[in-house]
């Protein structure tokens, strides 16, 4: 094929998977770590995690100044963040029920109280109230009270709006929220955005921060945010500066390294294009397969693509003067698709898994190493300028091979090392896999120690246990959740629990509102309990008619519904705790203060009519990436297997088969026991980097085992690897300088096992021997 049909093929080839990649969606989302076919519990935890009311949440602090000023600048501040759109609630204590919402609760407030029943207004419990409210009427109430006696006199409203406020409330100084010690005005905003939609997360801080440098009014003071939109804004934005910054490092070493090798600026950037030409087919090819294209398979498997980087240095170092670069192809061609397949072989057994985000990273790495070695074998050559050679390999290699020849010495040794770090992996105390997803996280402790004291000062629900109640439609879940309230309310006088949201607080099930309305009694009967509950009261007669026209026309009133409620911030409320599923309804009922979540589940459990489950939202997402983890590392062992099947069958040797993979072995041992050692817990992305290690590794065994045809063809060879090794160290080494959890464990695993498979190649290679 001529040169300008090569370039023409590629370039269309690179134009398609741009076309692909641009009608691509890409999710962020921890639908990559759900099973193909999840629990219900396991949909429920990611749909919280997601979108749920607890993931909404944003929590305030503001410090400095007076007690005064504080609250001064969160009245300012919440009157700021109420006009805006991308806020459904603030709350700083100065009225916890808006006048909207006050007008709507005196409308329905017979359809609304938990109160209203039969014995509610007889004449004795009309009485009661009556007297209660007279003692009122010379309180600081007394001017609410005098406004809503007439129409009200058992109270309903004034119920409704304690309930409404909570039962958990924080200290109040000068009018708004404080925290216990006084130190910090308090308020909490709910985003109307997902908790998952970080984007969205990112311009609410925003906001908040903007209004409250204008609320402070130069004021000396601090702002303090927390929540889970908090971390996952600071988390992206943590990982993605350590990883430009870092990258940045790399790319300067290792294009450094490799300018000073070719001594040509265009060729390095030739060295990109396989790499850059595989990752764009590896999107494609999962945006193909799978619809879109998720966050963690992009990061890993672009990571795992670091191998193609090596197809470019392999061909570029073995190319010498006078000999065309088709040539040097065909001379390492046969070992350089052998480690291809080696890898391929690695990464397909992961198409078989049932998580996604794994089937994806699987099929995402065999595409784009397919495509990475294709470009290096077809498309590199025709680029590569006339008569291009490194006469910096000759000059290096004497020194290089002088090392070489020396290693052997270091066998023994070696595999005593090997062997003692087995030993140790073996019998060490303690799990050698952390399953932990906090200690991923890379939100320092004194941030998640801060939400932890403005939850517990705000009384916010805790985002670790909700009720999630399943059901077959709307109402059959608002039904659920007043069963559910029961057994809440039981849990509460036990002191499991210190209370609780629920959707039907705020929005009764139809057949709760029927039960009000039954319990009303008829005009006569409520008439006549009136007159004798007004019988020594100093009241006139004729004050209550508009109570006994409001109970009446309650009596007939339509029934509320979701539409109802549009537009008030119980409507809001309702939306974030009942949600609409694919395969019927869910009630969300967030907890606040668990001490006995053993019991609280004994006394769910104890109501065989509803379906009913006490998510931890800790223990499930351990457990579902426990799961993910081990499946990949069940996977990755697969894998294994198909690569030793590959090797016998290509190798047609056991004792070659036993020198490819013994380095490998000893490398990812080795790694393993120094993480160990090191106090690490090996987490997912130790496993992506051992992976990758192994990639890697493969290519360098298979060349140290090839048939050379000539001493300079051997040390023009092992120099190639020198530097496909010493970029990989370079480019993930200077990662493992980060604090962030995932790129500290990619860096520190690549970058040492590099190293190591390079090295152990060298000492364990028999081929000199074999000769």
């Given at each position: 094929?001529?040169?300008?049909?090569?370039?023409?093929?590629?370039?269309?080839?690179?134009?398609?998977?741009?076309?692909v990649?641009?009608?691509?969606?890409?999710?962020?989302?921890?639908?990559?770590?759900?099973?193909?076919?999840?629990?219900?519990?396991?949909?429920?935890?990611?749909?919280?995690?997601?979108?749920?009311?607890?993931?909404?949440?944003?929590?305030i602090?503001?410090?400095?100044?007076?007690?005064?000023?504080r609250?001064?600048?969160?009245?300012?501040l919440?009157?700021?963040?109420?006009?805006?759109?991308?806020?459904?609630l603030?709350?700083?204590?100065?009225d916890?029920?808006?006048?909207?919402?006050?007008?709507?609760?005196?409308?329905?407030r017979?359809?609304?109280?938990?109160?209203?029943?039969?014995?509610?207004?007889?004449?004795?419990?009309?009485?009661e109230?009556?007297?209660a409210?007279?003692?009122?009427?010379?309180?600081?109430?007394?001017?609410?009270v005098?406004?809503?006696?007439?129409?009200?006199?058992?109270?309903?409203?004034?119920g409704?709006?304690?309930?409404?406020?909570?039962?958990?409330?924080?200290?109040?100084?000068?009018?708004?929220?404080?925290?216990?010690?006084?130190r910090?005005?308090?308020?909490?905003a709910?985003?109307?955005?997902?908790?998952?939609?970080?984007?969205a997360?990112?311009?609410?801080?925003?906001?908040?921060?903007?209004?409250?440098?204008e609320?402070?009014?130069g004021?000396?003071?601090?702002?303090?945010?927390?929540?889970?939109?908090?971390?996952?804004?600071?988390?992206?934005e943590?990982?993605?500066?350590?990883a430009?910054?870092?990258?940045?490092?790399?790319?300067?070493?290792?294009?450094?390294?490799?300018?000073?090798?070719?001594?040509?600026p265009?060729?390095?950037?030739?060295?990109?294009?396989?790499?850059?030409?595989?990752?764009?087919?590896?999107?494609?090819?999962?945006?193909?397969?799978f619809?879109?294209?998720?966050?963690?398979?992009?990061?890993?498997?672009?990571?795992?693509?670091?191998?193609?980087?090596?197809?470019?240095?392999?061909?570029?170092?073995?190319?010498?003067?006078?000999?065309?670069?088709?040539?040097?192809?065909?001379?390492?061609?046969?070992?350089?698709?052998?480690?291809?397949?080696?890898?391929?072989?690695?990464?397909?057994?992961?198409?078989?898994?049932?998580?996604?985000g794994?089937?994806?990273?699987?099929?995402?790495?065999?595409?784009?190493?397919?495509?990475?070695?294709?470009?290096?074998?077809?498309?590199?050559?025709?680029?590569?300028?006339?008569g291009f050679?490194?006469?910096?390999?000759?000059?290096?290699?004497?020194?290089?091979?002088?090392?070489?020849?020396?290693?052997?010495?270091?066998?023994?040794p070696?595999?005593?090392?090997?062997?003692?770090?087995?030993?140790?992996?073996a019998?060490?105390?303690?799990?050698?896999?952390?399953?932990?997803?906090?200690?991923?996280?890379?939100?320092?402790?004194?941030?998640?120690?801060?939400?932890?004291?403005?939850?517990?000062?705000?009384?916010?629900?805790?985002?670790?246990?909700?009720?999630?109640?399943?059901?077959?439609?709307?109402?059959?879940a608002?039904?659920?959740?007043e069963n559910?309230?029961?057994?809440?309310?039981?849990?509460?006088?036990?002191?499991?629990?210190?209370?609780?949201?629920?959707?039907g607080?705020?929005?009764?099930?139809?057949?709760m509102?029927?039960?009000?309305q039954?319990a009303?009694?008829?005009?006569?009967?409520?008439?006549?309990?009136?007159?004798?509950?007004?019988?020594?009261?100093?009241?006139?007669?004729?004050?209550?008619?508009?109570?006994?026209?409001?109970?009446?026309?309650?009596?007939?009133?339509?029934?509320?519904?979701?539409?109802?409620?549009?537009?008030?911030?119980?409507?809001l409320k309702v939306?974030?705790l009942?949600?609409?599923?694919?395969?019927?309804?869910?009630?969300?009922?967030?907890?606040?203060?668990?001490?006995?979540?053993?019991?609280?589940?004994?006394e769910?459990?104890?109501?065989?009519?509803?379906?009913?489950?006490?998510?931890?939202?800790k223990?499930e997402?351990n457990?579902?990436?426990?799961?993910?983890?081990?499946?990949?590392?069940?996977?990755?062992?697969?894998?294994?297997?198909?690569?030793?099947?590959?090797l016998?069958?290509?190798?047609?040797?056991?004792?070659?088969?036993?020198?490819?993979?013994?380095?490998?072995?000893?490398?990812?041992?080795?790694?393993?026991?120094?993480?160990?050692?090191?106090?690490?817990?090996?987490?997912?992305?130790?496993?992506?980097?051992?992976?990758?290690?192994?990639a890697?590794?493969?290519?360098?065994?298979?060349?140290?085992?090839?048939?050379?045809?000539?001493?300079q063809?051997?040390?023009?060879?092992?120099?190639?690897?020198?530097?496909?090794?010493?970029?990989?160290?370079?480019?993930?080494?200077?990662?493992?300088?980060?604090?962030?959890?995932?790129?500290n464990?990619?860096?520190?695993?690549?970058?040492?096992?590099?190293?190591?498979?390079?090295?152990?190649?060298?000492?364990?290679?028999r081929?000199?021997?074999?000769?």
């Amino acid at each position: 094929m001529s040169k300008r049909w090569v370039i023409g093929a590629w370039l269309a080839f690179v134009l398609a998977c741009i076309a692909v990649i641009s009608r691509t969606e890409f999710t962020a989302d921890l639908s990559a770590f759900l099973p193909r076919s999840p629990t219900p519990a396991q949909e429920v935890l990611v749909e919280q995690l997601r979108s749920g009311a607890v993931s909404r949440l944003v929590l305030i602090g503001i410090e400095g100044g007076t007690a005064e000023a504080r609250a001064e600048t969160s009245k300012r501040l919440a009157a700021a963040l109420r006009r805006v759109e991308d806020f459904a609630l603030i709350a700083n204590g100065e009225d916890a029920v808006s006048g909207q919402d006050r007008d709507f609760l005196w409308r329905n407030r017979y359809l609304l109280s938990p109160a209203v029943t039969s014995e509610r207004f007889s004449a004795q419990a009309l009485r009661e109230s009556l007297e209660a409210n007279l003692h009122l009427l010379g309180s600081p109430a007394g001017m609410f009270v005098r406004r809503v006696l007439p129409g009200d006199p058992s109270g309903e409203l004034m119920g409704l709006v304690e309930r409404l406020r909570g039962e958990s409330r924080p200290a109040m100084q000068h009018g708004v929220w404080f925290s216990q010690d006084g130190r910090r005005a308090l308020l909490a905003a709910q985003t109307r955005a997902a908790g998952g939609d970080i984007d969205a997360q990112a311009r609410a801080l925003a906001l908040i921060r903007g209004a409250f440098a204008e609320a402070a009014g130069g004021n000396a003071m601090n702002l303090l945010l927390a929540g889970p939109g908090v971390f996952s804004v600071y988390s992206r934005e943590r990982i993605k500066n350590d990883a430009w910054r870092f990258a940045l490092i790399a790319i300067a070493l290792v294009a450094g390294l490799l300018l000073v090798l070719y001594r040509s600026p265009r060729v390095l950037g030739l060295g990109l294009l396989p790499v850059a030409s595989g990752a764009l087919a590896g999107v494609a090819a999962v945006s193909l397969g799978f619809g879109a294209v998720h966050g963690i398979t992009l990061g890993f498997g672009v990571t795992l693509l670091g191998e193609g980087v090596d197809y470019a240095i392999y061909l570029f170092t073995q190319s010498t003067p006078g000999t065309a670069p088709q040539r040097t192809l065909e001379r390492i061609w046969p070992t350089l698709r052998l480690g291809v397949l080696t890898s391929i072989c690695g990464f397909s057994a992961m198409l078989l898994s049932g998580f996604t985000g794994l089937a994806q990273l699987g099929l995402f790495s065999i595409a784009g190493l397919i495509v990475a070695v294709i470009v290096t074998r077809a498309v590199l050559p025709v680029l590569l300028p006339p008569g291009f050679a490194m006469p910096a390999v000759d000059a290096l290699a004497p020194g290089v091979m002088a090392l070489v020849r020396r290693a052997p010495l270091l066998r023994l040794p070696l595999l005593a090392a090997v062997a003692l770090a087995a030993a140790y992996l073996a019998v060490r105390g303690g799990p050698l896999w952390s399953d932990d997803l906090a200690r991923l996280s890379p939100v320092p402790l004194s941030d998640q120690r801060l939400d932890q004291e403005l939850r517990r000062d705000a009384g916010a629900p805790d985002v670790r246990y909700v009720v999630v109640a399943a059901a077959k439609d709307e109402q059959s879940a608002l039904e659920a959740s007043e069963n559910i309230a029961g057994a809440l309310e039981r849990s509460m006088h036990q002191g499991w629990l210190a209370g609780y949201e629920s959707p039907g607080t705020y929005l009764p099930s139809f057949r709760m509102q029927r039960a009000r309305q039954a319990a009303l009694p008829a005009a006569d009967t409520l008439r006549e309990n009136l007159q004798q509950a007004l019988k020594g009261l100093p009241f006139r007669s004729n004050l209550f008619e508009p109570f006994l026209k409001d109970a009446a026309a309650a009596k007939e009133m339509p029934l509320l519904d979701r539409g109802s409620l549009r537009g008030t911030h119980l409507g809001l409320k309702v939306d974030s705790l009942l949600v609409e599923r694919e395969n019927g309804w869910a009630a969300m009922l967030p907890l606040r203060g668990v001490t006995h979540a053993a019991g609280i589940s004994r006394e769910l459990d104890g109501n065989p009519t509803t379906q009913a489950v006490l998510l931890d939202v800790k223990r499930e997402s351990n457990a579902l990436y426990q799961s993910y983890r081990r499946e990949a590392l069940h996977y990755s062992l697969l894998g294994a297997g198909a690569i030793v099947v590959l090797l016998f069958v290509s190798l047609r040797s056991p004792w070659r088969v036993f020198d490819v993979l013994a380095p490998l072995a000893a490398a990812v041992i080795a790694v393993t026991a120094v993480l160990a050692v090191s106090g690490h817990e090996l987490s997912i992305f130790h496993l992506v980097g051992l992976l990758l290690v192994v990639a890697v590794g493969s290519n360098y065994s298979l060349f140290f085992d090839r048939q050379m045809p000539s001493v300079q063809d051997r040390e023009r060879t092992i120099v190639s690897l020198l530097f496909a090794s010493m970029s990989t160290m370079i480019g993930f080494g200077v990662l493992s300088f980060s604090e962030v959890p995932v790129l500290n464990a990619l860096g520190s695993t690549v970058g040492m096992g590099a190293f190591m498979a390079l090295v152990f190649a060298a000492i364990l290679s028999r081929r000199e021997e074999r000769r």
